[in-house]
């Protein structure tokens, strides 16, 4: 493997992370390849403004990773709690060169069909998330992409944050189900929530003590917040 840089070891950890704590059981792994015929991010970005006309901001570089996929399907059984989560990173101009996702009501209005699209999926959930993904939106004259998590059956979420607070969160969620919604403008007190709000409880009950290096502070004022 090509040498990496200090943010993507940083992601190859989270996996390391997953693997040796106790109780984790991991169900699916993926460590790349490096994509290198794409090149680092200043020919990425030149790849994306010349196919899709968006140049994107270069502070983007610092979350620039190479990897073709990284993913991780995991699950924690204890006697008093169950907690599983998934994530599936794709490479930054793979997502930004593939654009639309499947709207989640059978017959969407002008507005819907034309949001849905112009996301662009750069993490899913295949194997336990039936559906879910995050996906960037961006048009041309943006620098900085929106972020949006699309449910199949709810629809699609602004998240309050960008890019890399997304990855640098994935980092200390490790893609739980339903972390998203921490950071979307909903009330987490409706039922629809409620599997998401038990799975995030769990997440900051036993993290601390899997994963110590942390701060999950921030995520547990989040929830309080929507709920």
């Given amino acids: 493997m090509p040498d990496l840089s200090e943010y993507e070891r940083r992601f190859?950890?989270?996996?390391?992370?997953?693997?040796?704590?106790?109780?984790?059981?991991?169900?699916?792994?993926?460590?790349?390849?490096?994509?290198?015929?794409?090149?680092?991010?200043?020919?990425?970005?030149?790849?994306?403004?010349?196919?899709?006309?968006?140049?994107?901001?270069?502070?983007?570089?610092?979350?620039?990773?190479?990897?073709?996929?990284?993913?991780s399907h995991w699950a924690v059984?204890?006697?008093?709690?169950?907690?599983?989560?998934?994530?599936s990173v794709r490479h930054l101009a793979a997502a930004m060169l593939t654009t639309g996702v499947e709207p989640a009501v059978d017959e969407p209005t002008d507005q819907q069909?034309?949001?849905?699209?112009?996301?662009?999926?750069?993490?899913?959930?295949?194997?336990?998330?039936?559906?879910?993904l995050s996906a960037l939106r961006i048009d041309p004259g943006m620098s900085q992409p929106e972020v949006w998590y699309c449910h199949p059956t709810r629809g699609v979420?602004?998240?309050?944050?960008?890019?890399?607070?997304?990855?640098?969160?994935?980092?200390?969620?490790?893609?739980?189900?339903?972390?998203?919604?921490?950071?979307?403008?909903?009330?987490?007190?409706d039922i629809d929530f409620q599997g998401a709000v038990e799975s995030i409880q769990n997440m900051l009950l036993i993290f601390p003590d899997l994963f110590p290096g942390h701060d999950y502070d921030h995520l547990r004022a989040r929830l309080e917040a929507r709920l």
């Fill in 157 to 189: 979420f602004r998240m309050d944050l960008g890019y890399p607070e997304y990855l640098e969160t994935l980092l200390v969620t490790k893609g739980t189900y339903g972390w998203q919604y921490l950071f979307t403008d909903v009330s987490m007190r």
């Fill in 12 to 71: 190859l950890s989270m996996l390391d992370e997953l693997r040796d704590a106790s109780d984790v059981e991991v169900l699916y792994e993926e460590r790349g390849p490096v994509e290198e015929e794409i090149g680092d991010a200043t020919e990425a970005f030149e790849l994306i403004a010349d196919e899709e006309g968006v140049v994107l901001d270069p502070s983007l570089h610092s979350s620039f990773l190479r990897f073709e996929g990284l993913s």
């Fill in 77 to 87: 059984e204890r006697s008093e709690v169950y907690l599983t989560g998934e994530f």
């Fill in 113 to 132: 069909r034309k949001l849905y699209s112009e996301l662009r999926a750069f993490d899913e959930q295949p194997r336990g998330g039936a559906g879910t």
